[in-house]
């Protein structure tokens, strides 16, 4: 379940069915990319480092500067952060 402060960051998703730990990917994308800090902190209650660490080193669709960000943060060398590491066109 989203909590209801989070909801404006799925919004094109029926919430009402959708289960965040079933969809690992797109909400750990979702937070990382437009999350605040309440966001940050609900992703880290919710899903364990290990699992936001790996979404980071093959997640591709994130921004150059979240990327960088959330490498710095996680203390990714930058050369294992996919988006990092994928041709932009």
């Known amino acids: 379940m989203i909590p209801s402060n ?3 960051l799925f ?3 029926n919430l009402d069915a ?3 730990e079933a969809h690992p990917d797109y909400t750990i ?3 990382l990319e437009l999350g605040d800090d309440a966001a940050v902190a609900w992703l880290r209650e ?5 699992e936001i660490r790996r979404v980071l080193q093959t997640e591709r669709r994130l921004s150059e500067k ?3 960000f959330w490498a710095l943060v996680y203390e990714i060398p930058s ?3 996919a988006a990092l590491n ?3 066109q």
């Open 6 to 8: 989070l909801r404006a």
């Open 11 to 13: 919004w094109d998703t």
């Open 18 to 20: 959708f289960t965040p």
């Open 29 to 31: 994308l979702r937070v």
């Open 46 to 50: 919710t899903f364990p480092e290990s």
């Open 66 to 68: 979240s990327a960088n």
């Open 79 to 81: 050369h294992e952060v």
């Open 86 to 88: 994928c041709s932009r």
